[in-house]
Structures are given as structure tokens and as C-alpha cells.
């Protein structure tokens, strides 16, 4: 019973090309989200979040975008940098919940390619 | 300001051995976390607090205990090592504020029972 998915286990793109990854989810609850990238190696860090009152949530190279009637986000990057390739995780909470419980996909290993 | 650091980074354990993997976070968060990471999947929770001397089972709890005598500890307790527990172990943190959903990770113990 997998809540949130990334059906692409993994993507490979050309520096300077637009990375998209994407995310889909089963819970109606979910209403934040937030993207983690991993290096081998490393803990997971924050990336970006959106709330779902918003569609769009840009930083920088970083852009995420929540399509609530679909239950579907994804993650742009732009341009995209070799220092990208990792991998990503989307991951969903309920801010109705009294805990941070998140859950997290199965992770899409993105290689940016020089 | 070291985060969250976890110890050891790497342990093999013989079937029925017992461990005790270390989380130390100096952030001053409340919210505390244990998952597991298997390959080619996100990652599971096996027990998170919300505070110290509150616990409470995730996705995953079996074959492990935890306790939370401090703001800044969260050990995980592996009473009788199987080989099923071969994975990567990542301890988090995050702020109590439901605003606020960010978790910081520790680096990963890599634990391999044979």
C-alpha cells in the first residue's frame, strides 16, 4: 500500500536541460509535501515544500508544482548541474496530524550528464 | 552546530546479536525519528517522539525498541539482530510547530546481520 509513488525509479538529463520529476499520491489527507535529495552516502536534506494551498513553490533552479485534483506533483529543475545528479525523494504529511509523520516515495535517482 | 549525528557508521552483527545505534541532535528539536532504508525503497518509519519520555511506533516497530530520556537523545535498541534488519538506518529531527515540517537527517548507520 504505497501512498506516495515515483514511478520512475530512475531519469537521466543533459547539463543545462530541464529535470522534471514527478510524484503522485493515494491519501486525500496529504495537504504538504516536500522534496529530500540524497547524495550515496549522505542523510537525506530538504530541498523544497508546498503547502496545498498553493500550486507553485519556486527557489532558485528549484520549482515544485502540486496538481491537487490529480494528487499529483512534480519537481523542476533548471538549468540542471552535473552537482544535481542524486536522488530525490517526495514525501507527504497531514498538517491535521499532531506529529510530523511523513511519508516518503521509493526516490528517483536523477544523472545529470555533462 | 553539528545536527544530527549518528553512531556507528557501519556494523556487521551476527544473527541474535543485540546493538544499540546512537542519535544525537543539538537543534533542540522536540520531534524525533528512526527509519529504515532498503534498497530501491523510501524510507519506513520504525518509531519517532515527540518529546522526551514520549514514544510511539511507526510503520515498521518490530525487532526494535527506542527511548527518549533526553531532548537530545534517541537511541534505537536491536534486541535480537535477523538478517531482515540489514539496512540503512537514518535518524532525523524536526521543530514541534506543524508550520514548520523540515526534518534534518543524520548521515545513516549501515547495518548488515548475516
Known amino acids: 500500500d504505497q501512498q506516495v509513488k515515483q514511478n520512475s525509479p530512475s531519469l537521466s538529463v543533459q547539463e543545462g536541460r530541464i529535470s522534471i520529476l514527478n510524484c503522485d499520491y493515494t491519501?486525500?489527507?496529504?495537504?504538504?509535501f516536500l522534496w529530500y535529495k540524497k547524495y550515496p552516502a549522505e542523510g537525506p536534506t530538504f530541498l523544497i515544500s508546498?503547502?496545498?494551498?498553493?500550486d507553485k513553490n519556486e527557489d532558485g533552479r528549484f520549482t515544485v508544482f502540486l496538481n491537487k485534483s490529480a494528487k499529483h506533483l512534480s519537481l523542476h529543475i533548471v538549468p540542471s548541474q552535473p552537482g544535481d545528479s542524486a536522488v530525490y525523494f517526495c514525501?507527504?504529511?497531514?498538517?491535521?496530524?499532531?506529529?510530523?509523520?511523513?511519508?516518503f516515495g521509493p526516490g528517483t535517482s536523477l544523472s545529470v550528464i555533462p | 552546530n553539528a545536527g544530527v549525528t549518528q553512531t556507528p557508521k557501519f556494523r556487521i552483527l551476527k544473527i541474535g546479536q543485540s546493538m544499540t545505534l546512537q542519535c544525537t541532535q543539538d537543534?533542540?528539536?522536540?520531534?524525533m525519528y528512526w527509519y529504515r532504508q532498503d534498497p530501491g525503497m523510501g524510507l519506513k518509519l520504525i518509531y519517532y517522539?515527540?518529546?522526551?519520555?514520549?514514544?510511539d511506533k511507526g510503520e515498521v516497530p518490530n525487532g526494535y525498541n527506542v527511548s527518549r530520556s533526553t531532548t537530545e537523545d534517541f537511541p534505537l535498541r536491536l534486541e535480537l539482530a535477523a538478517p531482515s534488519q540489514t539496512s540503512v538506518y537514518f535518524c532525523?529531527?524536526?521543530?514541534?510547530?506543524?508550520?514548520?515540517?523540515?526534518?534534518?537527517f543524520g548521515p545513516g548507520t549501515r547495518l548488515l546481520v548475516l
Open positions: 537543534m533542540n528539536h522536540n520531534y
Open positions: 508546498i503547502s496545498s494551498i498553493k
Open positions: 491519501n486525500s489527507m496529504f495537504d504538504y
Open positions: 514525501a507527504a504529511s497531514s498538517m491535521k496530524t499532531s506529529y510530523d509523520k511523513v511519508i
Open positions: 532525523a529531527s524536526s521543530y514541534s510547530s506543524r508550520g514548520k515540517r523540515t526534518q534534518y
Open positions: 517522539s515527540v518529546g522526551a519520555g514520549i514514544t
